[in-house]
């Protein structure tokens, strides 16, 4: 385990941010794993509650999610004004999200892709597989997604109207966490990735990287014995707070709570202030091979 990044383990995982910090600490605070809070930022949902709290996702379904680049909504059951409704609220969060981010990280501009948005209104202790129980630590990695080194930033708002907090576990840095999965790690069969990508499982070409990364979100979802001991802090999100969080690098569990927004971004790593601590350039580092 690479001895240099313990003093991070020493750290808070969380760091308090507000609109009038200095713009480029957001960046570089959530480059290096901070989980950046900010508590006192409003988004205001009046008129809405009825189509937001009335809402629950199809059975089966973990959140329902909406594609700010086409307008469809997945997997929710309302129909008609309600529908239209969850729509537009939706909607506005995705601009509302986005526009805090290009604030707080101007630097990141032209560069920054706009992924979906989510309406999470269900609790997180339904009954899924392991590798599906976000309450499981893991870093985040999209089967049918493939990133090639691209970093996933996400921005959640707790919404929820009977004061309710949701709960997280924030895990060990990223090298630590590596380091225990990747000796166990599978390399990808030779031409995988263009078959995956030619049956349509995957929406783009799976890279070496890609692989990794869904074992390391596996193997540690699938190990009750690090989810049992593993190093961790706990935090929580009441209502009114907003958190933003490289999902990809930052080990975390969703244990609780229910009714949050949540808007997902992409990153390419060149954009980063500093590419050295992206996902891609360590792993590139533990492994020494050329990942994408
Ligand atoms: O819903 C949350 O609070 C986070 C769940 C999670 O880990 C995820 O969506 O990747
Ligand atoms: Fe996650």
């Known amino acids: 385990m690479p001895a240099q990044t313990a003093p991070a383990k020493t750290q808070p995982p969380v760091a308090v941010l507000s609109r009038q910090d200095p713009k480029g600490q957001a960046a570089r605070l959530l480059e290096h794993g901070s989980v950046l809070l900010l508590p ?126 949701r709960y997280w576990r924030v895990g060990e840095p990223f090298a630590d966490y590596a380091g225990r999965f990747l000796r166990n790690a599978r390399p990808m069969a030779p031409g995988a990735g263009a078959l995956l990508q030619a049956l349509g499982v995957t929406k783009g070409r799976r890279t070496a990287y890609d692989q990794l990364m869904l074992q390391l979100h596996d193997q540690a979802k699938d190990d009750d014995g690090y989810q049992a001991a593993a190093p961790h802090w706990d935090v929580s999100f009441p209502p009114g707070a907003t958190w933003m969080v490289f999902t990809d690098a930052v080990v975390h569990a969703a244990l609780g709570g229910r009714y949050a927004f949540e808007q997902t971004f992409y990153l390419p790593v060149a954009a980063m202030e500093d590419e050295a601590a992206s996902p891609l350039r360590t792993l590139e580092r533990l492994t020494g091979k050329a990942l994408v």
């Open 40 to 165: 006192d930022l409003d988004f205001d949902i009046a008129g809405f509650e009825d189509a937001l709290y009335a809402q629950v996702s199809n059975e089966g379904v973990k959140n329902i999610s909406y594609n700010p680049a086409t307008g469809e909504l997945k997997g929710a059951a309302a129909e008609g004004f309600a529908r239209e409704q969850l729509v537009e609220i939706v909607a506005r969060y995705s601009r509302w999200a986005e526009d805090l981010v290009r604030e707080l990280m101007p630097a990141y501009g032209a560069k920054l892709q706009v992924g979906r948005t989510s309406w999470r209104p269900r609790s997180a202790d339904h009954n899924l597989s392991k590798r599906k129980d976000d309450r499981r630590l893991h870093v985040d990695a999209f089967p049918s997604t493939p990133l090639q080194g691209r970093r996933i930033l996400r921005v959640f708002r707790n919404v929820n109207p009977a004061g309710e907090s």
